[in-house]
Every structure is written in C-alpha cells, then in structure tokens.
C-alpha cells in the first residue's frame, strides 16, 4: 500500500499486476473487480464477433455476449464513480456513452430499417472504442509505450483507430453482399450532347 499526492487529493492505493489501484474499500474492491472482468469478457467477445463471418452463429452469439459485458462494465462504472467521486467521473461518463453506443448498434440490428449495417457496424465499434478509451484514460500512464504519449493519446487513439478499421470493414461488407456503394464522381469527361 502507498499514498498517492494528487493536484486536489492524496489516495491511498495498492498494487494489483503491476498497476496501481485505488484503495477505496471493499464495496470498491468487488465492483472493481466484477468491472476488470466484465471489461475482459468484452475485449474477447467483441474482438472475436468483430472478426466473425458476419450472419447467423458466431457473430451475434459472441455479440450478444460483448454487450451483456457492456451492460455489466456501465453498471460497475457507476459503482465505481459513486465511491470515488468526483475522481473517477470521466470514467463514468466515458462507460455511459459505451454502453449508449453498444446500444445504438443493438437497436439497428434489430430494427433492420434501410442502412442499418452501417449503424449497427458505427454504433458496436464506437462503444469497443469509448471500452478501450476508458481503458487508457485510467491506466495508459501505468504502460509500456503508453506512458510516453500525452495524455491526449488515451483519449483520442482508441476512436482513431475504430473509425479506420470500421470505414474498412463497411467497404468489405458493401463488396461482399452486393449492396451498392455510393456513386463516385464520373470516371471521364461527360459525353457531348447528340
């Protein structure tokens, strides 16, 4: 156990795995704990229903788990905020828009209204993202590579990262399923009127 001075408060913390903890209580310590391992669930399933052949079977099976981990980090988050307030408020707000995003593709996928593969791939990959921004917003400082990037980097990576591996993903699935892609600018110049 150490005591940690910060700019407006001094914590008492421990250590778990190298990474420094907050040592807020039990009542912190569970929640904690159920977190790391909803956050973990979500890291594999929602990496391995990213990676899925897309349709019935693997995708929404490991889908539908991601988002019950989802639902289990928001919950916890709150647990979290409310014993550490207002320190771990960010983390907070970062789980809500989360879980909203996690949400957001739940609803289109199930609603199947015209473009809903683009808001069910923008809405899955925006909440994997704002998981992995939370992440490194608490811990990126405690990281290898990680704790030489400003602290700008935690925040901004992760959505960085989802936004190009998305847009890819949606150009994959457009050529695959035969749906059409928008309609580029004209390949020449027009032909002369007759």
Same mark, same amino acid.
């Given at each position: ?75 916890? /988050? @709150?647990?979290? #905020? *409310?014993? !550490? ?6 983390? $907070?707000?970062? %789980?809500?828009?989360? &879980? =909203?995003?996690? /949400? @957001?593709?739940? #609803? *289109?996928? !199930? ?6 593969? $683009?808001?069910? %791939?923008?809405?899955? &990959? =925006?909440?994997? /993202? ?65």
């Amino acid at each position: 156990m150490a005591i940690c001075s910060h700019a407006s408060y001094v914590e008492v913390v421990m250590r778990v795995f190298g990474l420094e903890v907050p040592d807020a209580g039990p009542v912190f310590v569970v929640a904690l704990a159920v977190h790391v391992g909803a956050g973990l669930t979500c890291v594999v399933c929602g990496t391995v229903a990213c990676v899925a052949r897309k349709g019935a079977g693997r995708h929404p099976r490991w889908g539908r788990v991601y988002l019950w981990g989802l639902g289990t980090v928001a919950l916890t /988050a @709150v647990v979290l #905020a *409310a014993v !550490r307030w207002p320190a771990d408020n960010h983390l $907070l707000a970062t %789980a809500v828009v989360a &879980a =909203g995003l996690g /949400a @957001v593709g739940w #609803a *289109a996928r !199930r609603r199947h209204r015209p473009g809903w593969p $683009l808001r069910h %791939a923008a809405g899955m &990959a =925006g909440s994997f /993202a704002a998981l992995l921004t939370g992440f490194y917003v608490d811990n990126g400082r405690q990281l290898p590579v990680w704790d030489r990037l400003p602290p700008l980097a935690s925040w901004l990576l992760p959505g960085a990262v989802a936004a190009v591996l998305t847009w890819r993903a949606l150009r994959r699935f457009t050529a695959l399923s035969g749906s059409p892609r928008p309609a580029g600018p004209p390949a020449g110049p027009p032909a002369p009127p007759r």
